[in-house]
């Protein structure tokens, strides 16, 4: 009698119908493309790494990130300290909205997806002004024995060693793997801050014709905010490689 | 009509706490950026100086523990990964443990080129490499007449 009791708890358990992850199986599936996208950074961000500790020299991020606009003069770390706490900000707002989501708010939801949005899109509106600041701002470089003027490019680096010609001190050209990786990682990077402000887009929409509270449940937006997070958390990285150290 | 203002009695003070959660994580994420800022320009100042390289490097080791702080409030509070079954977590956490032998094998596969490179594979002897300045740290008797165009 005891043995068959056990069989039959034992057959309900594997019979199925239940989440063995006690998680729906789209939260689920987010998470695991957030566990190949992490690696996708990783071994971008790890590549970056072993070039620079197989250099000599590498550029000094505090003279090449040291403009603020509006801001005459050096502003280390400034305008890229400006756009953490932007994302970090957003970071906040979707996961209020996440949360007005499960208390099946609509009004509470439209409002902090939005705010994100907006987080979203002054995220990148910064990184675009970084960009042009970095690629057309010209610096002197001392090429075999005269002056240039360079942008930071991907196959130009002004940022070179510093030496002393003719009187005064002029810079050399620098790794150019430096513009590879700083536009590539940043560049990924931005492109999924983009694609987050589009699926967050298309989340307020959908809350807007009140697909979600038919639904009876926000799990999208809990999904999209899964995204929107990571997002902010590869920034966390980014901003640690290749600004702070 | 009683029962459900009952509910709201209920619900307000846990829908509270987990809001105020959600704001204690931000400011925690705001004093560990903070913190990293005040590092990151500690050593803007000691680079114009001739620091000790550990002490750089102990700095810079500072700011990667705040940055790993950080990645961990996002996880555990934005993410809510905190709050998911034990065996989800675990089947995320064990294929991220290949990050440590990915980051240890990479950095010292660099290291190794650069040594490589600068002894000939061990055929001489590294030689110290010549004089350099940094932009804000300009030589008595040189002017820092190139500046951007």
Known sequence: ?245 | MTSETNAQVLTLPDDEAKVKRIWKAFWVLLVLTILELACGLLIYQLDKGNPSYSLILFIKGCIVIFTIGKAFYIISIFMHLGDEFRYMVLSMAIPMCLFIWFITAFLVDGNSYRNLRNTDAGSRQYQEQELRYMPMNVPPGVENKYKAE
């Open chain 1, 1 to 245: 009698m005891e043995t068959a009791a056990v069989v039959q708890s034992t057959k309900s358990v594997w019979s199925g119908g239940k989440s063995p992850f006690k998680t729906s199986y789209g939260k689920l599936m987010m998470w695991y493309f957030l566990v190949s996208d992490s690696f996708t950074f990783g071994g971008f961000i790890i590549s970056y790494a072993a070039i620079r500790f197989s250099s000599n020299y590498w550029v000094d991020h505090n003279y090449v990130f040291n403009e603020f606009p509006g801001i005459a003069g050096n502003a280390p770390l400034a305008f890229v300290s400006l756009m953490t706490f932007i994302l970090i900000f957003s970071s906040v707002t979707m996961v209020l909205a996440v949360h007005q989501g499960h208390k099946m708010n609509k009004a509470g939801v439209e409002k902090w997806l939005f705010l994100t949005i907006l987080g979203g899109l002054a995220f990148l509106g910064c990184q675009a002004w970084e960009w042009t600041h970095l690629i057309t701002g010209r610096h002197a470089v001392l090429v075999g024995d005269q002056i240039q003027y360079w942008g930071t490019t991907m196959t130009h680096n002004p940022w070179g060693p510093m030496v002393v010609f003719n009187g005064g001190l002029v810079a050399t050209p620098g790794p150019v793997a430096f513009g590879g990786y700083f536009f590539g990682i940043t560049g990924f990077h931005g492109f999924h801050v983009f694609s987050g402000v589009v699926i967050n887009t298309v989340m307020l929409i959908k809350t807007r014709l009140g697909h979600f509270q038919e639904r009876g449940h926000y799990e999208m937006v809990e999904k999209a905010g899964l995204y929107w997070h990571f997002v902010d958390l590869v920034w966390v990285f980014v901003f640690l490689s290749f600004y702070l150290i």
